[in-house]
């Protein structure tokens, strides 16, 4: 199966070279400057620098080239998601796509499959998934992801032609909770690094993570996924990365919030976007969601840190 990936930041570029290990893979860039700097370095230098690009990666700003290939693999922002299913539609038209971006949309509420299967119908939808920094894949280090695809036939075809020497792919039809699990594990992580980050010890860190995942599984549940999806690699597995190390960007906005720092405005963390539209959604649904509402008001400077500590810790007491 012939494969692009579609967006040359830090993971698209580790996706990339994971797969040609198996064969040629196309990696599109936006930005011409940036396909003709790498195809002379070999290198992805700005985004995933000491990473050698393999003879059998090929890079291009052409979307038509690109997608040549049947097989798309998306890696973009997930709020650049919707603009560049609709720019390059005739292109992506019929196409396998397999959202590699974890987030909720803000303007809508929807994941990314959800947005997909909205503008591009015509498409066949598939989530790649789970716990996963960029330079641990780019370096060959192993994981394993989830890939959700809901047509099972398809699903099995995907698992087969991705699944690579050091990616590990385990399969679901449960679109929705590896959509969730991506997604909502964000926002905990922000919380779990503002934690850290004020001082507050490994201890409070888990008891965070755990009701964290609480609130995983009440929205994810009531949006109709299935527990075990979120028990597995695109919920749990995500959570305890995220929530615990620095290579994770929601996990260092965390940290700075909580040193009272400041944070690179340039840099994607798509945790805060989605905090902001899971907690919109939240209050739709009636869902009770507080690290997710506090997570939010620290984001707008509406709410400190010990303030929020505070509102969490007087909560009426219940069962677990």
């Known amino acids: 199966m012939s494969v692009s990936v579609i967006g040359a930041g830090a993971f698209g570029t580790a996706l990339a070279i994971s797969l040609a290990g198996r064969g040629p893979v196309c990696l599109w860039a936006r930005s011409k400057d940036h396909a003709k700097a790498m195809q002379a370095a070999r290198e992805n230098i700005s985004r995933l620098p000491g990473h050698a690009l393999p003879e059998t990666l090929s890079v291009t700003a052409d979307m038509g080239v690109a997608t040549e290939n049947h097989t798309l693999l998306l890696a973009v922002p997930m709020q650049n998601l919707r603009d560049l299913l609709i720019e ?5 038209a019929g196409k396998t796509l397999v959202a590699c971006c974890k987030g909720i949309e803000l303007s809508t509420g929807l994941g990314p499959v959800e947005v997909i299967r909205q503008t591009r119908p015509d498409a066949r939808p598939a989530l790649l998934t789970g716990p996963s920094f960029a330079h641990d894949i780019a370096a060959g280090l192993p994981t394993a992801l989830t890939l959700a695809c809901a047509d099972a036939d398809l699903g099995k075809a995907l698992q087969q032609s991705l699944n690579t020497a050091n990616l590990r792919l385990y399969r679901s039809t449960d679109t929705t909770g590896a959509e969730l699990g991506g997604a909502l594990k964000n ?5 779990c690094g503002a934690v850290i980050g004020a001082g507050l010890g490994e201890s409070a860190r888990a008891a965070l993570m755990t009701r964290g995942y609480a609130e995983m599984q ?3 549940l009531a949006l109709g996924a299935r527990a075990e999806t979120l028990a597995g690699l695109s919920g749990f597995g995500d959570l305890a990365l995220t929530c615990t ?5 929601n996990y260092r906005l965390g940290l700075s ?3 009272g720092g400041g ?3 340039d840099v994607t963390v798509e945790g805060a976007a989605t905090a902001r539209a899971v907690a919109t959604k939240a209050r739709q649904m009636q869902l009770d969601m507080p690290i997710t509402a506090c997570v939010v008001a620290l984001l707008d400077g509406k709410l400190t840190l010990d303030a929020a500590m ?3 810790l007087t909560r009426p007491l219940k069962e677990e």
């Open 88 to 92: 390059h539609a005739g292109a992506l």
């Open 310 to 312: 505070t509102a969490l």
């Open 245 to 249: 190390s620095e290579g994770s960007r």
């Open 218 to 220: 009440r929205m994810a």
């Open 263 to 265: 944070f690179d405005p």
């Open 187 to 191: 926002v905990i992580a922000i919380a």
């Open 257 to 259: 919030l909580g040193r």
